[in-house]
């Protein structure tokens, strides 16, 4: 397990000792609270209950100013650094996509996002509650030190048992049903997704049951694995109640014939007092783990070498034309491509087709540097690609994402990116050559309407129209289109793509690949790889015998 | 919101064993709770008067044992209840996507349901496992404390009836005057943390345009503006808890003094003015805890709430209207919704009892649409759908269907022809893959949606899979994929073989098809 990724610095020090200092003035107003009681029934003059009168309010007004305090300075120090890990974590993913993180990469990235939090809450809901049970137990203990000092020894001994027991107990569940619980919960998650994937088919063959009784089968071990983990830590959570009774017995056994009443009160009242400290140590222990799982997540990232390396001194990029010779490369978790060639360069077009799994989107992703060949010669403008700039060859060569992101802002900003000095003017230019003039001209604010999360909502077709734009805004040599049709409607699908083809059919047109699993536009293209050798990932001795056919 | 949705209680059902046990528990721990302070106070009492405290020690530390029992079994119960309402609550989320028609189902997205089926339910856990046990705790134990006072000094119950709805009363003026604010920095919050999350995943697309250096100076400056906000919405959080308990504490001090007081002028017994004093600030916790995890659980109060209007919504679609006869369309217009224009229609259809019937029509003419008005899948909004069965699930298993991009099951070969006669024997398996030329071991297991195997085997696959179905219908819609010429041929001859037995619904887009057709309905 890796340490905290969240040091302890002077502000979260503080932080905890208002909290040991909040926690210890609980337990001083129930400890005093029952010596006044005791003491006024021994009827002395009011005056001498006035200290203890004043020290209960002072108590009783203390705990929750203090708590306030420490929850605003422990969760300040929380959020700072979760600024500073944030742009951390992110930097250390840059290089990694989206070449070293597969095909479900959008998975992977939301959860670095949630194991970022999870860090980040460690401090608050785990080190707090365990650094506040050891304080407030030491500085309980010097108190009533002051009183009988042997009694301080009942206060350590019991709480740490009640605390420690606690956090062990807590740990060892979490140790044994933590890994199974998170086995599991990914497992429901990829039959649910499963099941929603395939919701027409599985209705036409009434296959739905089937289905869902996989889906079932998943959740009753998930179940099983949060039941193991839910008695662990309702032990856990129980001990430090079962433990107050017999230490408090304890202290009333040792003290009764060594201490006034009231101060006998006052000793016996405290292990109960101090339930409250030791209670969310078990909570805390369980989260450890979860935390430290994420922070475990969180450092493989860092270990990973990026799928592409800048070379240490880049060229400048040549010419624009695209050479691949007997070129494989796979992602982190697919098989890979089968060996290809192709050429292309400006105003020409090359069509890719193969069933999915044969590696039309990995052949993109080399196209584009979000991954390096394994096997095979790329060259751009007569230059072998490594010893080019990712951001250079990414400056010729455009791809059109089959999932292209849309962010929370304006539509503007989210065209813009892709070339950001262009003017507002430009960037409708390219929407409209998107065939996006008549949705642009309906929208509440035109070019400012806010998209992406929460906003107005953007069906599938606009969504890859919108990437068009950008490709269409950055104006590259040699256009990369992954599906470009796939989420629009028949009669849009044709006019896009007669656009797209007699873009390069202009002087200054880009090259085109093509990659579709329709006709649409085949009949057009001036070479066709096919990828779909049907053995072609079955059968080395396909890869071995050389690329893949050129059908025309 | 109310403390407990009744949209909830029905989808509680399922766990209504464990969720008894939980609200038995929370009721016992109350008992318990009011048990121990006059456990406490006998001890204490019989220790400062040198008597024998043998017998409340025992009392005392049976009562903790008690506590601590019923903790652990309030907190297995409550987690074996959330375990089984979430697995309900998740199929429930399946069956009615399941359920929905194809335009209902595309205005869900398919991430959008899986967040709910996946973290929604599994927001239900804390609602379950901490929010209900508070609910009773809230709802018995104040009232219980305040009964248990009454029985020992009417005085101090009369305080604590009268303090104690302070708590939710100012619980409802905090909020009340600081609603807008918190709600303004709630929407500011939004905006700010949803930036981390926007960045990282549209990081492939930031790549791709070289933009993702860029980001990261702007991750940590808008962090810190996040935090700025986070901060006002946390301090005003925090300081409303702060004055709840300020409200308690002075009210518990309250009853204090004035038991310390009588307790001094002799009014009043040591044993009791302990237990009063010890009693009093249970009857102020419970209120407060129930405000804290009703936070905690609203999430998955959410989730509830999602999920009843998902089932509303599926009641009201799975009706999708078909009426019983010989097979056919009357009149049939699809519209999809917010189109001035039907997609397709209005049109009229009788399908023969065998015989190959074609749809034919330029790309984007409905063909495909009718095909799924056909098998009942979308609304239509005019005319009828004729099916010859009594019902819509009943005429579906008359039908053997192969999608424009053949769908294959993430299972072995086996398992994908059987789908739709789980009975085949294994040679009626082997005849159909000879048949349609395919040779595939029938064991091989097939990765996630067919990867491994080419357009035309794919095809071949799904023709296979028709053919040992053996149902009175087929239905297909052409593959579009690139087939090679021998897969076209099996597709022909099998398509006008199986015509001769049984009908046969083709939407082509192959001339040689269109030839081949018994009848010819052009769009």
């Keep these: 397990m890796s340490a905290p990724s969240v040091r302890i610095g002077w502000r979260a020090a503080g932080g905890i000792a208002l909290g040991v200092l909040a926690a210890t003035s609980g337990v001083a107003l129930t400890a005093t609270a029952g010596w006044l009681i005791v003491r006024a029934s021994e009827h002395p003059p009011v005056l001498m209950l006035m200290v203890a009168i004043v020290g209960v309010r002072a108590f009783g007004l203390a705990r929750p100013v203090l708590r306030y305090a420490e929850r605003l300075i422990t969760h300040d120090v929380a959020l700072r650094a979760l600024a500073e890990r944030r742009a951390r974590v992110y930097d250390a993913l840059v290089p990694l996509v989206p070449g070293r993180l597969g095909r479900r990469r959008g998975d992977v990235l939301a959860s670095v996002v949630d194991d970022v939090d999870a860090e980040v809450d460690e401090l608050v809901r785990v080190r707090v509650p365990l650094y506040v049970w050891l304080g407030t137990t030491v500085l309980t203990a010097l108190a009533v030190a002051a009183f009988w000092p042997p009694a301080a020894i009942v206060v350590l001994a019991a709480s740490l048992a009640s605390g420690g027991v606690a956090w062990t107990v807590g740990r060892l569940g979490s140790r044994r049903f933590g890994p199974e619980r998170i086995a599991a919960r990914a497992e429901v998650s990829s039959r649910v997704l499963a099941v929603l994937d395939d919701a027409r088919p599985l209705v036409r063959w009434q296959a739905e049951e089937a289905a869902l009784s996989r889906v079932a089968a998943a959740d009753a071990e998930l179940a099983r694995a949060t039941r193991g983990a839910a008695w662990w830590l309702a032990v856990a959570r129980a001990w430090p109640i079962l433990l107050a009774g017999f230490a408090m017995v304890w202290m009333a056994a040792l003290a009764h014939d060594h201490v006034s009443g009231p101060v006998l009160a006052l000793l016996v009242l405290v292990p109960l007092a101090l339930v409250d400290v030791a209670a969310p140590v078990a909570d805390a222990a369980v989260l450890r783990h979860e935390t430290a799982a994420a922070t475990d997540r969180l450092d493989a990232f860092a270990e990973l070498d990026p799928a592409v390396l800048d070379p240490s001194s880049p060229q400048p990029v040549g010419g624009p034309e695209i050479d691949l010779t007997d070129v494989t490369a796979a992602w982190a978790d697919s098989p890979s491509m089968p060996a290809t060639s192709l050429s292309v360069s400006p105003g020409r077009a090359v069509g890719i087709v193969g069933p999915s799994g044969s590696g039309k989107s990995t052949l993109a992703a080399v196209l584009v540097r979000f991954l390096a060949p394994t096997s095979g010669r790329h060259l751009l403008g007569g230059d072998d690609v490594g010893r080019l700039r990712a951001d250079d060859v990414r400056s010729r060569v455009g791809l059109l994402d089959d999932d292209p992101y849309l962010f929370g802002t304006t539509l503007v900003e989210n065209v813009r990116l892709a070339r950001p000095d262009a003017t507002d003017a430009e960037v409708e230019r390219a929407l409209r050559k998107a065939h996006l003039g008549d949705w642009l001209d309906a929208l509440p604010a035109g070019l400012h309407t806010r998209i992406g999360d929460g906003a107005a909502s953007v069906s599938g077709g606009e969504r890859a129209r919108i990437g068009l734009a950008r490709l269409l805004l950055a104006e590259h040599d040699v256009l990369v289109l992954d599906e470009p049709t796939a989420h629009l409607d028949s009669p849009t699908a044709r006019a896009v793509t007669d656009d797209l083809l007699a873009l390069r059919d202009r002087p200054d047109g880009p090259g085109l690949v093509w990659i579709t699993h329709t006709e649409h536009g085949l009949d057009r293209m001036d070479d066709v790889v096919d990828l779909g050798r049907p053995a072609a990932n079955a059968d080395p001795s396909a890869i071995a015998d050389g690329s893949a056919s050129m059908v025309r | ?523």
């Design chain 2, 1 to 523: 919101m109310r403390p407990l949705d009744p949209r909830v209680v029905p989808h509680l059902r399922p766990a209504r064993g464990q969720i008894g046990v939980v609200l038995g528990a929370s009721v016992l721990t109350a008992v318990l709770v009011v048990a121990q302070a006059f456990a406490i106070a006998a001890l204490i009492t019989a220790l400062v008067g040198h008597d024998s405290w043998r017998t409340p020690a025992i009392v005392l530390i049976a009562v903790l044992v008690a506590r601590a029992l019923t903790s652990a079994i309030t907190d297995v119960a409550a987690a074996a209840a959330a375990t089984r309402v979430g697995g309900r609550l998740r199929l429930s989320v399946l069956r009615a996507a399941l359920d929905l028609d194809a335009t209902a189902l595309a205005g869900h997205r398919v991430g959008e349901l899986g967040l709910l089926a996946t973290r929604g339910v599994a927001a239900v856990e804390p609602y379950l496992t901490r929010y209900l046990p508070a609910l009773v705790l809230g709802a018995v134990l104040p009232l219980l404390t305040l009964a248990a006072i009454a029985t020992q000094d009417l005085l101090a119950a009369l305080i604590v009836l009268l303090t104690l709805p302070l708590v939710p009363v100012f619980a409802a003026l905090i909020g009340v005057s600081t609603r807008e604010r918190v709600d303004r920095q709630w929407r500011l919050l939004g905006q700010l943390s949803g930036h981390f999350v926007d960045v990282v995943r549209g990081l492939p697309t930031l790549v791709a345009h070289r933009r993702a250096r860029a980001q990261s100076e702007r991750i940590t400056e808008i962090t810190h503006r996040y935090r700025k906000a986070n901060t006002d919405v946390l301090r005003l959080a925090f300081a409303s808890s702060a004055a709840l308990e300020l409200v308690a504490t002075l009210s518990v001090a309250l009853v204090a003094v004035t038991v310390g007081l009588r307790l001094a002028a002799d009014g009043l017994g040591l044993e009791t003015a302990l237990v009063v004093l010890l009693l009093a600030p249970e009857a102020y916790w419970p209120l407060r805890r129930v405000g804290a995890e009703f936070h905690a659980a609203a999430e998955g109060a959410t989730t509830f709430e999602a999920v009843h209007e998902l089932l509303t919504e599926a009641a009201g679609t799975a009706s999708t209207s078909v009426v019983p006869g010989p097979a056919g369309l009357d009149g049939v217009e699809v519209t999809w919704p917010g189109q001035p224009r039907p997609a397709v229609g209005p049109i009229d259809l009788d399908l023969p009892e065998r015989g190959l019937v074609v749809l034919s029509g330029p790309s984007g003419s409905g063909k495909s649409t009718l095909l799924a008005a056909l098998l009942g899948e979308v609304p239509v909004s005019a005319g009828e759908v004729r099916v010859p069965a009594p019902e819509l699930a009943a005429w579906r298993s008359d039908v053997a269907a192969v999608e424009q991009r053949p769908w294959l099951l993430d299972g072995t070969v086996a398992e994908n022809l059987r789908l739709g006669r789980p009975d085949a024997p294994d040679a009626r398996l082997t005849d159909a893959l000879r048949e349609v030329g395919l040779d595939l071991d029938l064991d091989r297991a097939l990765g996630e949606d067919g990867a491994g195997l080419s357009a035309g085997q794919r095809a071949r696959l799904a023709l296979a899979r028709v053919l040992v179905a053996d149902r009175p219908f087929v239905v297909l819609d052409e593959p579009t994929a690139h087939l090679d010429a021998a897969t076209e041929a099996v597709l022909l001859r099998v398509l006008t073989e199986q015509a001769r037995e049984r009908c046969v619904v083709v939407v082509a887009h192959r001339p040689a098809v269109v030839e081949a057709a018994d009848r010819l309905v052009t769009l």
